[in-house]
């Protein structure tokens, strides 16, 4: 079994029992305000990404990040040879982390906010993969996929900057930008470093493959 199922069976187990027990929902999510009064609270940082807030939230989630995460890991295991699921499953748990990070600065003084969910490592996951793929078809919900990567993701990341700025709602949309950034950071400082230096130039391939599709 890959690592992007066994990630999606853990996280559907424990979605569901949290979705059925209060008490264990309100230990899992993720709370600005509690982690300010008590720094070990941090653990949520990870936990909250392995709960949602209802089926329609845990399939969407799931569904995207099994679109691209079987594709993904994939490349990193031909990218980084043995060392390939050990850096994709640090992705992953790093990219919940670090998306989550600008949200406790924003919220920390507010007593009734709280998030869920793995969308930041999934927006992660996502835009690795465009990274890798840019020429690969997507589409927009209900829409088929028509949009090549390397256009639907600005499009995507300034929606999502925009209604991040509007405010309102129960999406975390600061955690999908981030998480956005973090995967296609991840993905070149991992590919540069000393003693992982991949199979594949990152950089230069998506540069090649969008110009080939340009056809310049």
């Known amino acids: 079994m890959s690592i992007t199922l066994i990630i999606i069976v853990i996280t559907v187990i424990i979605s569901f029992t949290a979705m059925n027990n209060d008490s264990l929902m309100d230990q899992l999510i993720f709370h600005p305000y509690s982690i300010a009064k008590n720094p070990m609270g941090w653990y949520r940082a990870i936990t909250c990404g392995f709960i949602h807030a209802d089926f329609m939230h845990l399939a969407f989630n799931m569904f995207s990040f099994y679109m691209f995460g079987e594709l ?14 050990t850096l994709y499953i640090i992705l992953y748990v790093s990219a919940l982390v670090v998306c989550i990070i600008p949200t406790y600065f924003s919220h920390f003084k507010q007593y009734y906010y709280k998030s869920l969910g793995a969308s930041g490592a999934v927006s992660a996951i996502v835009f690795a993969g465009i990274f890798l793929q840019p020429t690969m078809l997507i589409g927009f919900f209900i829409v088929p996929p028509i949009i090549p990567g390397f256009i639907f993701g600005p499009i ?17 949309h600061s955690a999908h930008i981030w998480g956005a950034v973090f995967g296609i950071v991840f ?12 199979r594949l130039d990152v950089l230069t391939s998506f540069i090649y493959q969008v110009r080939t599709y340009l056809g310049k």
């Open 72 to 85: 993904v890991e994939k490349y990193f295991d031909y990218i980084f040879g043995a060392a390939g699921q």
């Open 156 to 172: 995507y990341l300034a929606l999502t900057v925009y209604l991040s700025k509007k405010g309102g709602g129960n999406i975390n």
């Open 187 to 198: 993905l070149w400082v991992a590919s540069k470093t000393a003693g992982l230096e991949g």
